[in-house]
Nanobody, 124 residues
Framework: QVQLVESGGGLVQTGGSLGLSCAASGRTSSDYSLGWFRQAPGKQRELVAQISTGGNTNYANSVKGRFTISRDNAKNTVYLQMNSLKPEDTAVYYC??????????????????WGQGTQVTVSS
């Protein structure tokens, strides 16, 4: 069992930056692939970025070159640095975890562990 608690988020202007953090407790987070989904009003939850237990990363095309995911296993924390933010990045961002080294499934129905979500709003 893993508990995920997000922090960060908020309101920022177009072109600005925000950082999200997600602290994992319970089982050793180094055994889990971690990542971030987001969900905008009226839209499905989508995978934004993920990082495997070995540190391999993968990003949605819409955020490549602007977002960076990283993890600190000593602190049981995963981070998402978001730069050059756009209004279409506005969403609730959720931290996610899945046991094993193979990354996260892109279908949110198959994710075992979720954080509570944090709002990111980008004003135009």
């Amino acid at each position: 069992q893993v508990q995920l608690v997000e922090s960060g988020g908020g309101l920022v202007q177009t072109g600005g930056s925000l950082g999200l953090s997600c602290a994992a407790s319970g089982r050793t987070s180094s055994d889990y692939s971690l990542g971030w989904f987001r969900q905008a009003p009226g839209k499905q939850r989508e995978l934004v970025a993920q990082i495997s237990t070995g540190g391999n990363t993968n990003y949605a095309n819409s955020v490549k070159g602007r977002f960076t995911i990283s993890r600190d296993n000593a602190k049981n924390t995963v981070y998402l640095q978001m730069n050059s933010l756009k209004p279409e990045d506005t969403a609730v961002y959720y931290c996610a975890a899945e046991r094993g080294p193979f990354g996260l499934p892109s279908d949110s129905r198959y994710i075992d562990y979720w954080g509570q979500g944090t709002q990111v709003t980008v004003s135009s």
